[in-house]
């Protein structure tokens, strides 16, 4: 079974500042792991994602996301906001045979202050 | 290139109704998956469809039912609606085998309301 926990439901920066979001995972084989991002009343478009090669992953919109294994962890960075960022952001994880079904966590409302 | 798309945008139905929910892949994949998202949740994974069978299935009721066509596309029914199936539906899709994208790609989802 796998499973995703995002820590902190919602997150507060300023423009410009450093963005931070928490994702841990669970799975009993090796993960695939994802970041998505949806806006209000849309679908989700992905970010980036991690399938067992570099552990540093870019990704879109100048995001990027580290893959530690003893951690457990897959976070999500961008070193500089922009109130363009403002939205919702799910990380997921799904098994290497079927990236077709994921897991999802809980998300993570992003606001970015002027 | 289209990329997955899904219809109706929106939908309003009343309890024990019944419901039918569409998906067109993008161009060129094969396995058409379903997702639940309610108001201020993540995405649950409902069912998945590969060469018009359905391959996985999340732990959702029989009420939840699907079909994948000849051309890939598909479509979720749920049947004797209630409330809680009151949702955002998303499509997504993604190629399986060996020239798989280990990548899915999500169309903007149905909002179905329940009354």
């Known amino acids: 079974a796998q499973s995703v926990t995002q820590l902190g439901s919602h997150v507060s920066v300023s423009e410009g500042a450093l963005v931070l979001l928490r994702c841990n995972y669970s799975?009993?084989?090796?993960?695939?792991l994802f970041w998505y991002v949806q806006y209000p009343n849309q679908g989700l478009q992905l970010l980036l994602k991690?399938?067992?090669?570099?552990?540093l992953v870019k990704g879109i919109n100048g995001f990027e996301a580290e893959f530690k294994k003893s951690e457990t962890s897959f976070h999500l960075t961008k070193p500089s906001a922009h109130m363009s960022d403002a939205a919702e952001y799910f990380c997921a994880v799904s098994e290497w045979t079927n990236a077709g079904k994921s897991t999802f966590g809980d998300g993570t409302t992003l606001t970015v202050k002027p | 290139d289209a990329g997955v798309t899904q219809s109706p945008t929106h939908l309003i139905k009343t309890r024990g109704q019944q419901v039918t929910l569409r998906c067109s892949p993008k161009?060129?994949?094969?396995?058409v998956s379903w997702y639940q998202q309610a108001l201020g949740q993540g995405p649950q994974f409902i069912f998945q469809y590969y060469e018009e069978e359905e391959r996985q299935r999340g732990n959702f009721p029989d009420r939840f039912s699907g079909h994948q066509f000849p051309n890939y596309s598909s479509e979720l029914n749920v049947n004797a609606l209630l409330l809680g199936d009151s949702a955002l539906y998303l499509c997504?899709?993604?190629?399986?085998?060996?020239?798989?994208?280990?990548?899915?790609?999500f169309g903007p989802g149905t909002r179905l309301t329940v009354l």
């Open positions: 161009s060129g994949h094969d396995t």
């Open positions: 799975s009993s084989v090796p993960p695939y």
């Open positions: 997504a899709s993604s190629l399986e085998g060996p020239f798989s994208t280990d990548t899915q790609y």
């Open positions: 991690y399938t067992s090669a570099a552990t």
